[in-house]
């Protein structure tokens, strides 16, 4: 299994073994630990993985008790079955199946790493080469309106050179907006890290209010 998203898979297990498990992330309430336990579970047990999107309480406790199974391994095994995957064959193990559905999540997730750490700044952040903010792109062209459904007013999405425009919600009558910046910016603003996303917003002050009052993600 090689690709994009194996390659972002193992720089993300890099970057935990350098903060350690108790280091901070974006995700409310989750240390370093839990979120390599999130990703062990939702690899390894996809019966426990229905929780972490449908709300339903029997759901969403079995999830919370299969994760903390997880995250009771010790911390170089848990990042050892981060690295390594789903422990048998699955249609991920094609690299470009992997891309479709892995390639956002790690991406997301290694920057809920890199940028909840004391030292981060909008400077730091990493520079993606061309294929990987490429294929960035293209996932948010797939996914671009169901990340942005909710989204009060009309959007246009526009990353520059790395590939141009796409429009993923029509104007309403509350007006359009266009969301500019990198592909990966452009990614975690969708998937609700507006605040530390490095993007700029255009159109008229009442429809720029009210897209960035609006929350986003699956």
């Given at each position: 299994m090689t690709g994009l998203a194996q390659q972002e898979r193992g720089a993300l297990?890099?970057?935990l073994t350098v903060v350690g498990p108790t280091a901070p992330t974006l995700c409310d309430g989750w240390t370093a630990r839990d979120l390599a336990a999130h990703l062990v579970l939702r690899e390894r047990r996809p019966d426990a993985a229905a929780g972490v999107i449908v709300p339903v309480q029997v759901l969403t406790e079995h999830t919370q008790r299969v994760q903390e199974q997880y995250a009771e391994q010790p911390w170089p095994e848990l990042i050892d079955m981060v690295r390594s995957g789903p422990k048998n064959w699955t249609p991920i193990r094609v690299a470009s199946v992997d891309d479709a559905i892995n390639l956002a999540e790690f991406y997301v997730h290694h920057e809920d790493v890199l940028?909840?750490?004391p030292d981060w700044t909008p400077q730091a952040r990493r520079?993606?080469?061309r294929d990987f903010a490429e294929a960035l792109w293209a996932r948010l062209r797939q996914v671009g309106?169901?990340?942005f459904r909710k989204s009060?007013?009309?959007?246009?999405?526009d990353v520059g050179g790395v590939g141009g425009r796409k429009q993923v919600k029509a104007a309403t009558?509350?007006?359009?907006?266009?969301l500019l910046g990198d592909p990966g910016e452009i990614l975690l603003y969708a998937f609700g890290r507006g605040a530390v996303a490095q993007v700029r917003i255009e159109g008229e002050p009442?429809?720029?209010?009210a897209f960035t009052e609006a929350s986003f993600g699956i």
């Open positions: 297990c890099d970057t940028r909840a750490q520079e993606l080469d309106q169901l990340l009060p007013v009309g959007l246009t999405l009558r509350d007006g359009e907006v266009t009442e429809a720029v209010a």
